[in-house]
């Protein structure tokens, strides 16, 4: 299966263990975003995956490409020009004190890039799938233009379109997102969001749910699935259902709506390494799985298992492979050493 992911691959600086930002009198580099960290995942899969992006043509642009061929990803359609790598700061969180991200990625090489750069066609010559979020489009007027060339192209070419709804309020309002937003899901067969992406970017919430206070209710969530399937004509609607516990503990599921029936993942009681990718290695297992034949439930199950392994892997990309996400999904989560 050969995918295509589009979007932003920042430099990610990061204080030393759990120090916060004014401790910091130094930070740890790697890089990092969430198309690029699907790619990286299902390269790991051993799939061949693509990353799509602009980048400036310079030493630090050149460690971002990197980055990606380290894990075995594609990277020939990668443009090369513009200004700066967008950067993104984190503060891990601890106990009950959660995790900070800052933004610097005003006047990126993708956030100016403009529509001619993409050779959408050739691009997605060959191409079984394509995958985009909705943190693309929230980069810039530009990227939101890029965003809906690619996807009518996906779909002319009879690619199967995924995309992560993934708001981000730092990036741009509820109503913006909305109004971009609507417009590019026409376009996708599969649907991906947390517990709070359908209320923030549709306005579609679950019903008797408390994502703050850890509360989700199953039957909401069947209800929203349902709706944004009716709504907007998705084949498939995967939610992901994070009850956090605190910054270090969280449990982890997810749900999946093919339209007919509504099937819930099992539970996993995760300890927090890092928590950064853990919904777009969610994303790389659900496409994985689905992209080669398994039945639903499966799918999930290897989806939720794949990223459950990422929340104990620290930086973006997940670095697991196809046996080690099997072996949690039939049960073996002991966490024993391996001889």
Known sequence: MKVITF????????????????????????????????????????????????????PIGQAAVNSLRRFGVNTDRIVR???????????????????????????SAIAEADKSDFDWNGIFTGADWFHFTGITPAISAKAADICLDAVKAAKAKGLTVSCDLNYRKNLWSRAEAKKTMTELVKYVDVCIANEEDAADVFGISADNSDVRGG????????????????????????????????AFDNN???????????????????????????????????????????????ALEFAVAASCLKHSVEGDFNMVTVDEVKKLAEGDGSGRVQR
């Open 7 to 58: 979007g932003e691959i920042m430099l990610r600086l990061a204080p030393e263990g759990y120090r916060r930002f004014i401790q910091a009198d130094r930070f740890g580099a790697t890089y990092g975003g969430g198309e690029a960290n699907v790619a990286v995942s299902l390269a790991q899969f051993g799939e061949d995956a693509s990353f799509v992006t602009k980048l400036p043509d310079n």
């Open 81 to 107: 020009g513009g200004k700066r790598v967008g950067i993104y700061f984190l503060e891990k969180g601890a106990s009950q004190r959660p995790s900070k991200v800052v933004y610097d990625r005003a006047g």
């Open 215 to 246: 509360k989700l209710d199953r039957e909401g969530y069947k209800s929203v699935a349902r709706k944004l399937a009716e709504t907007y004509g998705f084949d498939k609607v995967a939610i992901t259902l994070r009850e956090s516990v605190s």
């Open 252 to 298: 982890w599921a997810a749900m999946l709506y093919d339209g007919k029936e509504y099937y819930f993942s099992k539970k996993y009681a995760v300890h927090i390494v890092d928590r950064v990718g853990g919904g777009d290695s969610f994303g790389a297992g659900l496409i994985y799985a689905l992209g080669n034949g398994y039945a639903a439930r499966e």
